[in-house]
């Protein structure tokens, strides 16, 4: 499966984004759909994950401000932020399992600066 993110910008802290990542394929059958996010020269991290079953997954740092959500009909995975800090400043990048595979997708940057 291929995947397509987009939605990164520059938007000052205290603002929103929304993120979206579209499959190339349906999403129904995909077991876990998400979004990672990784600062130069750090190790790429979980941000929020969404199950096939409607399970979701939050790093703790996003918990309360960031909300993920699949939408079949779309094969798009989406990811609301809310109250962004310049901590979240990063490239944010599309991950999918299937059949215990996983699957990432480019890259969209973020930036969060006054």
């Known amino acids: 499966v291929q995947l397509q993110a987009s939605g990164g910008g520059l938007v000052q802290p205290g603002g929103s984004l929304r993120l979206s990542c579209a499959a190339s394929?349906?999403?129904?059958?995909?077991?876990?759909m998400g979004w990672y996010r990784q600062l130069s020269g750090k190790q790429r991290e979980m941000v929020a994950l969404?199950?096939?079953?409607?399970?979701?997954n939050y790093a703790d740092s996003v918990q309360g401000r960031f909300t993920i959500s699949r939408d079949d009909a779309e094969n798009t995975v989406y990811l609301q932020m809310y109250s962004l800090k310049p901590e979240d400043a990063a490239v944010y990048y599309c991950?999918?399992?299937?059949?215990?595979?996983?699957?990432w997708g480019q890259g969209t940057l973020v930036t969060v600066s006054s």
């Open positions: 991950y999918a399992v299937s059949r215990g595979r996983p699957y």
């Open positions: 394929r349906s999403i129904s059958s995909i077991n876990v």
């Open positions: 969404a199950t096939i079953g409607g399970n979701t």
